[in-house]
């Protein structure tokens, strides 16, 4: 990671042989987490972007979804980011379905432990 957090890595495939990434990594602050969320977003369009506030009105997480146009297959790279705390999961594929997969397998267990999947 460009902010020098330390991070693991995934790659999954569907089916049809479309591939996604995801990249994970828990942060030190909201700050740093910010700062890579930043970098990461730089090349992208973000087309939606969701937040959850504590009642102090602190971003604690979020779903940000982001495009590129590329010469591939589907025309665009699409990167999904969730964030959960200072733990933030990059999901980036041709295919934004395939990026919704992915998050499905990562999310879920998260928001299971905390019972609201």
């Known amino acids: ?5 330390r991070a693991g890595f995934r790659i999954y495939s569907a089916s049809d042989g479309i591939e996604g990434e995801v990249w994970y990594a828990e942060f030190d602050s909201m700050d740093v987490a910010d700062k890579e969320i930043g970098t990461w977003l730089k090349p992208f369009q973000v087309e939606a972007q969701n937040q959850l506030k504590d009642e ?3 971003v604690i997480g ?3 979804i982001a495009s590129i146009t590329h010469n591939n297959p589907s025309g665009k790279d699409f990167l999904l980011i969730r964030r959960n705390g200072l733990v933030v999961h990059f999901i980036r594929s041709d295919s934004f379905r395939v990026a ?5 397998l990562i999310v879920c267990p998260l928001l299971i432990a905390a019972h609201s999947c």
């Open 56 to 58: 102090s009105e602190h």
């Open 100 to 104: 919704e997969q992915i998050e499905a």
């Open 62 to 64: 979020e779903r940000i």
């Open 1 to 5: 990671m460009s902010t020098g957090a």
